[in-house]
């Protein structure tokens, strides 16, 4: 019986598809239970447990035996890194990616209109330490104002940005040297043209692309489920588009982790949580320009979801 280590590379309703040898075979999982799943999460959002819709995602590690003809997952090796989010239809955890040392967040201004909150809780999804550089799409399109006011806070929390453009060519190099050599895991809400940007750094066609939906302006699913794209020089897990996001249950380091901008003041007790306590020093620093106003705000905006129970 022939035991080897592949790779996840797609996932359809029945069956995944693996990278094996650098040949792609299909494969399906071995039993009932996979040897490595991580069944439940102890979700502190809802108090109560939350199970994962999903035993493997793209980018695992796995091991196959082939048998009777067919490959057979049997067992999912750790991982290194992975990206969650909440699936409100089946109330349950997915894991859209994993493996990656590279996470790109996808945003587009205009067209449709950024969604602040979205840009600056979607790091709540991550799990694990990786790169992480916000990629501003369309910059071939006028910045509102609104807009530009996110792309600042960005840079005034100190993360690592890029503004691009598919249409125009615009950074279009400057991002592909950055995920060179790299695993890259490509998030982004629906309609952020994340497929088109693909599209320019494989310099050809990768993913089909959809237009905006006409009702709403809002974005059209064109990736249904992840998949891992690659080239002699380029290694990115694209995603679906995601209209809600849902920041993962975290303990209070993880949380201020997304937020780094915060060390930057001094509250007056050590555990304060910014969100009006007295001696907190936020809206303050916010005045001062210290920190985002933007940034504080979509962080209130976070932690009244979780009615600030950290």
Excluded at 157 to 162: I, K, L, R, T
């Amino acid at each position: 019986m022939e035991r080897v280590l592949g790779e996840i590379v797609l996932i359809s309703s029945t069956s995944f598809q693996a990278r094996v040898d650098g040949r792609i075979v299909n494969a399906v999982i071995k039993g009932k239970r996979l040897k490595g799943q991580e069944d439940v999460r102890f979700e502190l959002w809802d108090k109560k447990k939350v199970f994962f819709d999903n035993s493997l995602c793209v980018g695992d590690v796995v091991r196959l035996e082939f048998e009777s003809e067919s490959w057979k997952i049997t067992e999912r090796q750790q991982r290194e890194s992975s990206f969650v989010r909440y699936n409100f239809i089946k109330r349950k955890l997915q894991t859209i990616g994993s493996n990656f040392d590279m996470l790109c967040i996808i945003a587009p201004h205009n067209s449709p209109a950024m969604n602040s909150f979205f840009v600056n809780t979607t790091l709540m999804g991550l799990d694990g330490k990786c790169r992480i550089v916000f990629v501003f799409t369309k910059s071939d399109l006028e910045f509102s104002k609104d807009d530009q006011n996110v792309i600042d806070a960005i840079d005034t929390a100190g993360f690592e940005s890029v503004r691009v453009s598919s249409k125009s060519g615009d950074n279009i190099s400057v991002l592909r040297e950055m995920v060179e050599s790299r695993t890259a895991l490509f998030v982004g809400e629906s309609g952020s043209g994340k497929s088109t940007l693909l599209n320019a750094l494989f310099c050809k066609d990768m993913q089909m692309v959809g237009e905006l939906s006409k009702k709403g302006n809002v974005g059209c699913h064109t990736t249904t489920s992840s998949v891992l794209l690659s080239d002699e020089k380029l290694r990115i897990i694209d995603t679906p588009g995601i209209r809600f996001v849902r920041p993962l249950s975290l303990k209070w380091d993880g949380v201020i982790a997304c937020f780094p901008e915060f060390s930057k003041f001094q509250c007056r007790y050590a555990d304060c949580k910014h969100i009006g306590e007295s001696g907190c020093k936020a809206d303050e620093a916010a005045g001062r320009g210290i920190i985002s106003q933007v940034r504080l705000s979509d962080y209130r905006r976070m932690m009244e979801t979780n009615d600030g129970k950290i």
